[in-house]
């Protein structure tokens, strides 16, 4: 089945602890991206990857590293989380071939962070 | 100020009434255009996707896109209460940037 795996869903964790979320397609998508989301501000683009080893910042990308060191892996780091970054983040995954269709953003299932 | 505004709702209709969503947008290096819906606590789903300015049809759904005005508007005809969810409008600019509005609440009563 295609799909977007995040991991984990749900993460409870304190300030300046560092933390991983997992992203995995099994779509060989060239581009992969994270969003996160919040009330009344819908989903704004944390950082994006059109092919591996290639990054680039998206809106709101102050406190998160990413990597595309794979094709189907895209994991964002939080290296000091604050509570500011309590959300809902969402990873998705798309091709960048031209074409009708070809470009719809595939997401995955969320993962909601709290930070305290 | 935010390159996609949209109208957060709520936005209430009858079972069976139109339902009409818009959105505007700043940047001109937009090129496709696309609304999501996505119901609570699921990632957004896609709807329609356009590129160029005009009426796509798919089903219910009828997306318009005016790229003169940086306009796009989405049509549900004959809603259904599982037409209850937000939806998304979205913009790409084929570099990789994509930007969402806000999401329009809608609630179709029976």
């Known amino acids: 089945e295609a799909q977007v795996t995040q991991n984990p869903r749900y993460l409870i964790t304190v300030t300046g602890k560092k933390l991983t979320v997992t992203c995995s397609q099994n779509?060989?998508?060239?581009?992969m991206s994270w969003y996160r989301q919040d009330p009344g501000l819908g989903l704004r683009q944390i950082y994006y990857s059109m092919n591996v080893e290639v990054t680039d910042k998206g809106d709101v990308p102050e406190g998160y590293k990413v990597s595309r060191k794979e094709k189907r892996n895209f994991p964002l780091i939080l290296e000091s989380p604050s509570p500011n970054q309590t959300s809902l983040y969402f990873c998705a995954s798309s091709s960048i071939r031209q074409g009708k269709g070809n470009n719809e953003q595939f997401f995955g299932p969320g993962t909601r962070l709290t930070v305290l | 100020q935010k390159e996609v505004e949209q109208d957060p709702g709520p936005l209430s209709v009858p079972e069976g009434a139109i339902v009409s969503l818009n959105c505007t947008y700043s940047n001109s290096a937009f090129q496709y255009f696309m609304w999501y819906r996505q119901y609570s606590r699921k990632g957004p789903e896609l709807l329609m996707y356009t590129y160029s300015s005009g009426n796509k049809e798919d089903g219910r759904f009828t997306a318009q896109v005016d790229k003169s005005s940086k306009y796009i508007s989405l049509f549900i005809r004959d809603s259904q209460p599982s037409d209850s969810a937000t939806y998304l409008c979205a913009c790409w600019d084929s570099w990789g940037k994509l930007q969402f509005g806000a999401g329009t609440q809608v609630v179709v009563t029976p």
């Open positions: 779509m060989n998508h060239e581009y």
